[in-house]
Structures are given as structure tokens and as C-alpha cells.
């Protein structure tokens, strides 16, 4: 739901469809202030929850009623000592140091010259009830007529992107309370941002500021937060249920993809008149029937500016004809057509709208039945089994049916040739392209148009690229194919035995231009640079396409596809799980240096420094997930949720021990499996596999320095050895430099005996250290002088 909230700002929107609805959306757009409702105020405050607005000396002017009442305001300070600020203050440690990384404060108390506000809820009225209060407050009509002039553009330019969120509240006004708020501030200083406040929002609080940077635009959330008032009083998050999707679909030879999709809509909220739908933009919606009878609906097209990619999702609201019953099943049916694959040249094909290609609400568990109709020349791929698949004249007509639920469905189209093998019960069939699209030419003609780097939510978002690397050459597409389904049949086995069962059966791997993959539940879309024999690409390189990429995307089957994050704090959970089940796979077939020299390019890359001078760790904690890929540092999200992710889990393996820490891993499948974890829900978890009276046992300091927190810290041993009648002690301290002082790192120092009598080498001791700016003193007794004594000699600590 995020995404809605910060996208909503970004776009205009034309109507394509008439209506009661429209015509409202349509009176958003078109709406205007009224000088009627102009007034000199002092004195006036705002407040929406912990939004404080203290419109202390200037003039207030509302915009012409809709539906009954204004659902805009301005307010600016042209007047003499003119003069309104806002204040919000996050409820915890974490939000104000994001807060503070964009501003330079950790609360936000700014003055500003003007703000327009928008709502839905009772903003109207509470501040139309203060105006009495102050006997020098009083209509201006006069100011009226010259701030209509002034700011009347500006109110229809941003009406024009919140038009669809507004209508959504007011629709279902008579069913649930609205009180959606948002204002675009004019700050003092001359930087405008923005605050909001969003009922449908697992965090409803929010402040930001849209940023260009080398082109690219970023919305920076500078602090989200959920609302510290009564839950009870509060508007409830509009939650829907879909479920049971049947979809028949088309793709004609010129590409284009028409669908119906029909889908059962449940929610708890009686009378429910309007619901929001995510698709990909280049979907157009042309018809939506809800139990037969036809609904109307309102729809973007957006005006594409820099920073969104195709396979973006956009929303479109349903209006039922009749309000939906709270708790029973509705019937939608969907008329869908778009643009949603790209010819890449030489019967190679990119699909760009991938998990959101169907109207959906992000990642729900439900059954698929999928129909596809296309030219018999192409093959099509969706998960799960086939269960007919037949020639029509020109058209060839495939239907699957996953076995179990699955979260999205993704297809892909091409000339294949295949490759299959079956292990352990489960089967892989890699589709491989017959021929290579241009871009992967040793010169390439015309690039397809790739999604820009830094894809986002692998599994959640929908369209968005997982992973991504740089370029290499070479020719032969179906080089690598009997390997890659061999391989990826033995990544299957292994995952299984060590996680339990895949979340499908049936696996299809298929090509995809660009330089990333993506895993869906039962499809995976592998870099067509995956399929190609290798000659001289640099080592990670070739690492990446050959082996990581795959091995990643294979483990989405559980970390994604089984599996799921609660919220987008908790995606990096399941990027990081894939990313290192990956790791053990390659650590088990090509040995524990190619893990040591992975987790050394993620060391180096964390510590590479930003143009502010500090390395990509200090960007933020992981636990900011898309929040940080920010216009600060824009590598930052892509180098913390893959490179310290897999750190953060290789630090937990190293304090568990392997059979410890393999076991965790299973446990997560078995408790959240058709679920979703939380990254608390993980640290209690993970806290039950440490070795028994283990340091930090509810692991609460690990997860407030490397999760929660920033920071690498380096680290120094010192010791000496003193012999004591007979027996010696070693005595010795750690001290870390490069943190803040209260960073409380934990290394092991690992001590090496000589030979005993007997000629055995004994194992070597390791000792737990707290490392701290002080130095802090540890002592082991041994029984003989040490031969060797070394701090982390295992990677067990990311540090400097
Ligand atoms: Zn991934």
C-alpha cells in the first residue's frame, strides 16, 4: 500500500469513463478556491494526530464544495509578520534519525509561507469552528479574489493526482469514516514537501520531498509512522480479500495483450461502494461487471515523467452498482488490454508488466486458473501443470492450473526450446530462447527498453526487477541449457532438503532480455545473459550470471513464494534469505572460498563512500527496505538488502553453528510457510537455535546494531599469555573504532594449542568477545601456551 500513498502525487489523470464517480474525480480536478471563503485568521491550529499545524498569521481561503464540502484549503502567510509552521515529531529512535539524514533535524519543526491541504475528513469544520475565537478574524473576500488567481493552478495541479484517492473516501463515505489528509508545503527556506496522512496505511504518517537527482526522480520519505492515538477511534485500513482468480487471456501477433479476469471480492466493511485495484500502466481497463452487473470505474493515464518504468503499478477504483455485503463473495470480472510485452528483435520477447499484468492488491495467496490464446508459432509459460494444450487454425490455447495457492502469476512468451529434468519429485523445464535478442550482440542494434537499475520488493511489487548486474558477451542461447535445467533440478534438491518441499512442484525457468531475474511462485525469469557459454567475462561477473543469479531466484520458490514479509520493513528478510540460501549452495558445490569472496565484494561495496563521505552502510538500517533507495544514495537499497542481508545471516550461522543455523532456516518454512514473517517474528525465532547460555540470548543487541541499526565497526585484538603455576591465561582485549560508542559488537577470538602427547592436533578453543571503544578485558585459562591466537578467523563479523 505504500506505494500508493507516494505515487499518488506523481501524476495527472484523464477520465475514461462516465459516471456519478467520474463526475466527481472529474470536480477534484476541476476544483478552484472560493474567495467567498477567503478570511484573516490568527491563531488557528490543524492538528492530525501527531500532525501539528499552527497557522498562526495569514490568510485561510477553503476551495468550492464537492459533495457538500471543501476538500481543499490554503493557507498563506502574505501579510505582515505572516507567519505558520508544523511540527511532527516521530515516536521512535529510528524514524528520527531518517528524519534527520534528509533535514539535518531529527523532529520537523519548519515555518512555511503557504500550504494547500486536502481531506476528507473533519478538517473543515474544526477549523471554520476556531475562526470565532479571535474577534480580529474575518471574511476577506477581496484577498479572496487575488489568492483564486494566484493559486489556482497550483490546487488543480496537485487535485489532479490525488483526484482518485479523495474520490475513493468520499464514495465510501456512508460505509466507513474518511479521513485521508494531505498538504504540499511551501518551507520557509524555499524547499517545498510534503505530509501525509493515510487511514489506508499500515503507517498512516508520512513526510517527504520529491527529488530530482542525475535524472532520475526519487520521492524521499523522510519518516513514516504509524499514529500514536487510540486504535479504536481510527479508521481502519480498507483490507479486501481476492481470491479463486480465472483468467483468459490473449496475446495477438502484434503483441498485444487482451484478458478477461474474473475474480471473488470479499471485505468486512458493509456497504462498500468504491474498491482500488492495482495494474500495470500499460493495462487499460476497458469494462468491469460485479455480479453480472456492469460497475463503473475510474482510471489513470498517466503522463509518464522520469523515474517510472513500465511494469509500474498504477490504481483504478470499481464502483459497484450495488454497495458490496460485508463477508460474501463477489463475482468481478475484468476487461483488460495493454501493451505489456516488448519485441527485443529476432523472436525474443520482454515482458514488462510480470506479476501486476491482472487487476490485483499485491501478493495474495489464492488458486490460478490461467488460459492463454496465442500465435502457434510462440509457446507460452505460467506456472503450474498444464491441463490442456491444443492447436486452433493460427491460434495455439494452453491452460494451467497451479497445484497449491500461489501469491502472483507471472507468464512468458518466446520460440523456445526446452530443456527438463526431474528430481526428488519436483520437475524443471528451462525454456530457452532459439535465438539471441540484439541487445546481447557483440554490437548491439537498438537496446530494448530495460527497467533502469535499482528494481525494488522482488517478490512484493510486482513488476519490479529482483536482481541486477553489469554486461558480458557471447553468442550461443541455447549453450547452457541442459546444464542450467541440471543444475537448477540439483539447487531444487538440495533447497528441499534442507527447507522442505518448494511452494510448487513443477518449476519453469524462462528467458528474460535485461541484466536481472526475478523469481515467481513455479516461474522464474532468468537474464537471457544466464543462458550463454561464457569466454572471457571478469570473474564476478560470471559468477553472477552463471551461478548466483539462478541460485537466488530458485530460492524464491521458499523465501518469497512459501513464505512471505509482513510489511516492506521486513522484505529484506526475504531478498537476504534467498540471497545467502544461494551462497550455501555455491559454498557446497564450489567451496567455502567462492562464499568468503562473495561476502567479500558486499564488504567492499557497504564500505564504498557516498558523495557525503560515509560509506553505503550509513545510508540507513535494512530494516528502511525501499526507503532506502533514496535521492542520498541511491545504491544504498540495492548494496543493504542483498550484501548486509546475506552478512546478517552469515553472522547468526556463525554464532549458531551449521546444524543450528540449517535448522532455523527449516523452522521459518515450517512456522510462517503460506504465511508472513516479520523481522521481529524472526528474531525470536532465530534466538531459539543459539547454543545454550549463549551471550545476548533474545538477540536483541545483534539486531539493534546490524538490523535496526548502522554501523561497521573496526576491530582490534591485544592479548598477552602469562604462565601461572602450571596452567596459563591468556588475557586480552577488543576494541572497536569506526562506530558510535554505544555499538556493542561480539567476535570470536579462536585459540590454537600445539599437538598433545599424543601427536592429535585438539580443536581449537573460541572464545565470545564484547568488543567496545574501551578495552575491555577478557581472560581464558589454558592448560597450555597457546601456539596461534587469531580474532575471527571465520568471517564471522562484518567489519573493516
Ligand atoms: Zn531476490
Redesign the pocket.
Known amino acids: 500500500m505504500t506505494r500508493r500513498l507516494f505515487g499518488a502525487l506523481l501524476a495527472a489523470c484523464l477520465p475514461l469513463a462516465a459516471g456519478p464517480a467520474a463526475d466527481l474525480a472529474r470536480a477534484i480536478r476541476e476544483n478552484t478556491l472560493d474567495r467567498e471563503t477567503c478570511y484573516r485568521v490568527r491563531d488557528l491550529t490543524l492538528f492530525k494526530e501527531d500532525i501539528r499545524f499552527y497557522l498562526t498569521d495569514g490568510y485561510l481561503i477553503f476551495s468550492k464544495p464537492i459533495a457538500g464540502r471543501p476538500v481543499a484549503a490554503l493557507f498563506t502567510t502574505e501579510v505582515e509578520n505572516g507567519n505558520a509552521e508544523v511540527i511532527l515529531r516521530p515516536p521512535n529512535m529510528a524514524e528520527r534519525r531518517s528524519l534527520a539524514s534528509y533535514t539535518g533535524s531529527p523532529n520537523l519543526d519548519e515555518s512555511f509561507q503557504a500550504a494547500l491541504f486536502f481531506f476528507t475528513g473533519d478538517v473543515y469544520q474544526s477549523l471554520m469552528e476556531q475562526i470565532p475565537n479571535n474577534p480580529t478574524n474575518r471574511r476577506m473576500p477581496e484577498i479572496g479574489a487575488l489568492l483564486e488567481e494566484k493559486w489556482n493552478p497550483v490546487l488543480r495541479n496537485f487535485s489532479g493526482g490525488l483526484d482518485l484517492r479523495l474520490s475513493l473516501d468520499i464514495l465510501n463515505g456512508p460505509a466507513r469514516r474518511p479521513d485521508f489528509f494531505a498538504a504540499a508545503i511551501q518551507g520557509s527556506k524555499g524547499n517545498n514537501f510534503n505530509v501525509f496522512f493515510d487511514p489506508d496505511n499500515a503507517d498512516q504518517i508520512a513526510a517527504g520531498q520529491f527529488v530530482a537527482r542525475n535524472g532520475r526522480n526519487f520521492f524521499d520519505v523522510w519518516t513514516l509512522f504509524g499514529a500514536r492515538s487510540s486504535p479504536a477511534a481510527a479508521t481502519k485500513p480498507l483490507r479486501i480479500d481476492l481470491s479463486d482468480y480465472r483468467i483468459s487471456a490473449t496475446v495477438d501477433p502484434g503483441l498485444t495483450l487482451t484478458a478477461v479476469t474474473k475474480v471473488k471480492v470479499k471485505t468486512a466493511i458493509e456497504g462498500l461502494r468504491a474498491l482500488p485495484f492495482d495494474i500495470a500502466r500499460e493495462i487499460a481497463v476497458s469494462e468491469v461487471t460485479v455480479d453480472g452487473m456492469p460497475a463503473e470505474f475510474l482510471l489513470r493515464e498517466e503522463a509518464v515523467r522520469g523515474g517510472i518504468t513500465r511494469g509500474e503499478s498504477s490504481f483504478f477504483l470499481v464502483m459497484p452498482a450495488v454497495p458490496l455485503r460485508a463477508g460474501v463473495e463477489h463475482e468481478f470480472e475484468f476487461h483488460h488490454a495493454g501493451k505489456a510485452i516488448v519485441d527485443a528483435g529476432d523472436r525474443v520477447f520482454y515482458v514488462t508488466a510480470r506479476g501486476n499484468w491482472y487487476p490485483n492488491l499485491g501478493p495474495q495467496l489464492t488458486t490460478f486458473d490461467l488460459t492463454f490464446r496465442y500465435p502457434r508459432s510462440l509457446e507460452l509459460v505460467t506456472p503450474g501443470e498444464v491441463v490442456e494444450d491444443r492447436m486452433e487454425g493460427e491460434w495455439r490455447i494452453t491452460r494451467r492450473r497451479p497445484a497449491a495457492p500461489i501469491r502472483m502469476a507471472g507468464f512468458n512468451l518466446g520460440d523456445y526450446a526446452h530443456a527438463r529434468v526431474s528430481r526428488g519429485g519436483f520437475t524443471v523445464d528451462v525454456c530457452a530462447n532459439r535465438s539471441v535478442d540484439p541487445a546481447l550482440r557483440p554490437r548491439p542494434a537498438l537496446p530494448v527498453p530495460l527497467p533502469q537499475t535499482g528494481g525494488r520488493r522482488?517478490m512484493r511489487g510486482g513488476a519490479q526487477p529482483?536482481?541486477m548486474t553489469p554486461t558480458t558477451p557471447t553468442v550461443d542461447p541455447l549453450a547452457r541449457m541442459e546444464r542450467l535445467a541440471s543444475d537448477i533440478g540439483g539447487m531444487l534438491e538440495f533447497m528441499a532438503s534442507k527447507f522442505g518441499p518448494p511452494a510448487l512442484p513443477y518449476l519453469t525457468v524462462s528467458p528474460i532480455p535485461g541484466n536481472f531475474g526475478q523469481?515467481y511462485p513455479g516461474l522464474i525469469y532468468l537474464s537471457t545473459r544466464s543462458y550463454l557459454g561464457y569466454s572471457g567475462a571478469s570473474r564476478p561477473q560470471e559468477m553472477f550470471f552463471d551461478e548466483l543469479l539462478e541460485v537466488?531466484?530458485t530460492a524464491?520458490q521458499w523465501w518469497?513464494a512459501q513464505v512471505s514479509s509482513a510489511s516492506y520493513r521486513d522484505d529484506w528478510l526475504?531478498?537476504a534469505l534467498?540471497?545467502y540460501s544461494a551462497l550455501l549452495y555455491l559454498e557446497k558445490t564450489k567451496g567455502v572460498r567462492t562464499l568468503d569472496a562473495t561476502l567479500e565484494e558486499y564488504r567492499a561495496e557497504l564500505l564504498t563512500r557516498s558523495d557525503s563521505g560515509e560509506p553505503i552502510d550509513a545510508a540507513g538500517p535494512i530494516v528502511l527496505g525501499s526507503r532506502l533507495e533514496s535521492s542520498l544514495e541511491p545504491r544504498a537499497w540495492r548494496a543493504i538488502t542483498y550484501g548486509k542481508g546475506s552478512w546478517i545471516l552469515h553472522m547468526l550461522r556463525r554464532r549458531m553453528g551449521d546444524e543450528r543455523f540449517f535448522s532455523m532456516l527449516a523452522e521459518i518454512i515450517k512456522r510462517y510457510g503460506r504465511g508472513e514473517i516479520s523481522t521481529e517474528n524472526f528474531r525470536a525465532l532465530a534466538a531459539e537455535f543459539l547454543p545454550p547460555r549463549s551471550d545476548d540470548p533474545k538477540l536483541e543487541t545483534f539486531f539493534d546494531q546490524w538490523v535496526y541499526g548502522t554501523g561497521i565497526p573496526a576491530l582490534k585484538l591485544s592479548y598477552a599469555v602469562k604462565a601461572k603455576a602450571g596452567r596459563w591465561v591468556l588475557e586480552g582485549t577488543v576494541t572497536q573504532s569506526d562506530v558510535s560508542k554505544d555499538f556493542e559488537a561480539m567476535a570470536p577470538v579462536e585459540i590454537q594449542l600445539p599437538r598433545g602427547r599424543d601427536g592429535a592436533q585438539p580443536r581449537p578453543i573460541t572464545k565470545w568477545v564484547h568488543a567496545s571503544d574501551e578495552p575491555e578485558a577478557f581472560t581464558v585459562d589454558l592448560p597450555q601456551a597457546p601456539l596461534k591466537v587469531t580474532l575471527d578467523p571465520h568471517n564471522a563479523v562484518l567489519r573493516r
Do not use: I, Q, Y
Open positions: 522482488g529482483d536482481m523469481g537466488h531466484e524464491h518469497g526475504m531478498e534467498a540471497n
